[in-house]
């Protein structure tokens, strides 16, 4: 039994462009919904959405 558990791949983790996470920051900044209303609505998790308005925010002030 545990030679198959050592025999699983890690389960790949999907890739979203610049331009999505952008607009899923923008939802969420523009108050109607809730950080896990949004994560919850488009199937990701709380902590990437998290993750990309803390990232969004630091560029801004980078670019400031």
Known sequence: MMENMAKKKPRPRPSFTREFRAEIVELCRRGDRSISEVARDFDLT???????????????????
């Open 46 to 64: 709380e902590t990437s959405v998290r993750q990309w308005a803390r990232q969004a925010d630091f560029e801004a002030v980078i670019a400031a």
